[in-house]
């Protein structure tokens, strides 16, 4: 069974880089046609798509934080990471990594079928 974990500080000081790490087990992220995403919730709200990463290593970003946003990952370690720079207040949330099974027909249709716990991180000096 596929499971995910996300880790990183939960705290981080406004301007600077959000880092977090998903470990994912019993699957490999470079399996053909599963993408690798991030999420986060703020307090309150719904969720947001961040971006994810393909099993090829190619990436996509919601237009909104594009330009703070970077995902990366270390196929040895079966890892994929999420920065976030610059944030502020507002990018405090739970954020979450979670698998997008396509089918082979990329998003059309899509589900994210496994899901991290999630991780609070919070922005404050």
């Known amino acids: 069974q596929v499971q995910l974990q996300e880790s990183g500080p939960g705290l981080v000081k406004p301007s600077q880089t959000l880092s977090l790490t998903c470990t994912v087990s019993g699957g490999s992220i470079t399996t053909n046609d599963y993408y690798w995403s991030w999420i986060r919730q703020p307090p309150g709200k719904g969720l947001e798509w961040i971006g994810h990463i393909t099993y090829i290593g190619v990436t996509y970003y919601s237009q909104s934080l594009k330009s703070r946003t970077s995902i990366s990952r270390d196929t040895s370690k079966n890892q994929f990471t999420l920065q976030l720079s610059s944030v502020s207040p507002e990018d405090t949330a739970v954020y979450y990594c979670?698998?997008?099974?396509?089918?082979?027909?990329?998003?059309?249709?899509?589900?994210?079928?496994?899901w991290g716990q999630g991780t609070q991180v919070t922005v404050s000096s």
């Open positions: 979670a698998r997008i099974s396509t089918g082979g027909r990329g998003t059309v249709g899509a589900v994210m079928d496994f």
